[in-house]
């Protein structure tokens, strides 16, 4: 294992370039959970980048960071789109299952909320299809092109800052967690006392430190060990759980927005269940951000 922050850093990277480009052609030809992966595996990298930017030359890390949130936006659109369809398809599938049509009403008899239901689902795959095929056009440019050669870079000729660089990786990475828990730890707090969309969106800015201190403490996991190991895991269930939390507030605006434009109390129960499954993930939210406030790198 490497013992100056330099290498081990560049050990962290190359794995994070390596999902990132073996996820390509899985994405290209469409395969289950593809998109999903590669927008992981871009956010990761550009995250860890960022945590980790003292021990790299500012410059070049912008450059290369630009160029990763491009590429996370084509595949964030698809991604999004996917959810969203997964969501309604499911909340779909829950009601058929739970429905128990009265004797004057058969299966088969129109229901408006399935209907508008299946027509949400639609358009969501019709949206991630479109978006796609951006992405896959965007693997045949230039621009992406260049990006691969650019990753490659950070391998074979790392942009390292080497009054950091041949430091002892352990301290370094130390200093790295704990500032990404403190940052965290920030954005919790500064939370309480705020309702309606300002919590809303404080939770977003809170799930998405909690992404980047998991992503950082995944890649000190070779350096520091356990201690790394399971901080990774509770900031990853701290963003898991916020995510279910976005994720339900991202598809009721959705369904709310298409409501406006019908005006039709039919559609109430669509919004009911993702309200609901809003309310269920700030529910466990307390529980997943504990850790926050105890853990011995505070």
């Given at each position: 294992m490497s013992t100056t922050a330099g290498p081990a850093l560049v050990d962290a990277v190359a794995a994070d370039v390596d999902r990132l480009c073996t996820a390509e052609p899985d994405v290209r030809q469409d395969l289950p959970d593809?998109?999903?992966?590669?927008?992981?595996?871009?956010?990761?990298?550009?995250?860890?980048?960022k945590s980790y930017r003292r021990v790299l030359r500012r410059k070049a890390v912008g450059q290369i960071t630009d160029e990763l949130r491009w590429m996370a936006g084509l595949l964030g659109v698809a991604r999004d789109a996917e959810v969203r369809a997964e969501r309604f398809a499911a909340l779909l599938d829950d009601d058929t299952a739970s429905d128990s049509p009265p004797s004057h009403q058969t299966d088969e008899t129109p229901s408006p909320h399935r209907d508008f239901g299946h027509r949400l689902v639609a358009e969501e795959r019709q949206i991630?299809?479109?978006?796609?095929?951006?992405?896959?056009?965007?693997?045949?440019?230039?621009r992406y092109t260049a990006l691969l050669s650019t990753l490659h870079g950070l391998?074979?000729?790392?942009?390292?800052?080497?009054?950091?660089?041949?430091?002892?990786?352990?301290?370094?990475?130390?200093?790295?967690?704990?500032?990404?828990?403190?940052?965290?730890r920030h954005l919790v707090h500064s939370e309480h006392g705020l309702s309606g969309p300002e919590r809303?969106?404080?939770?977003?800015?809170?799930?998405?430190?909690?992404?980047?201190?998991?992503?950082?403490?995944?890649?000190?996991?070779?350096?520091?060990?356990?201690?790394?190991?399971?901080?990774?895991?509770?900031?990853?269930?701290?963003?898991?759980?916020?995510?279910?939390?976005?994720?339900?507030?991202?598809?009721?605006?959705t369904i709310r927005t298409h409501v406006a434009d019908t005006a039709d109390s039919g559609y109430r129960h669509l919004c009911d269940a993702e309200e609901a499954a809003a309310a269920k993930a700030l529910g466990e939210y307390p529980d997943a951000v504990e850790f926050v406030h105890h853990h011995p790198l505070s």
């Open positions: 593809s998109v999903h992966k590669m927008r992981v595996a871009t956010r990761r990298l550009r995250s860890v980048l991630y299809a479109d978006a796609h095929r951006e992405v896959v056009h965007a693997f045949d440019g230039d391998i074979t000729d790392p942009p390292l800052k080497h009054s950091h660089a041949d430091e002892p990786a352990e301290p370094v990475f130390t200093k790295v967690l704990r500032r990404d828990l403190r940052e965290l809303i969106e404080r939770l977003h800015d809170i799930r998405k430190a909690a992404k980047r201190l998991r992503y950082s403490a995944e890649a000190a996991t070779a350096v520091l060990g356990k201690p790394a190991e399971d901080l990774g895991k509770k900031a990853k269930h701290l963003q898991g759980v916020l995510g279910d939390h976005r994720d339900a507030v991202e598809a009721l605006l």
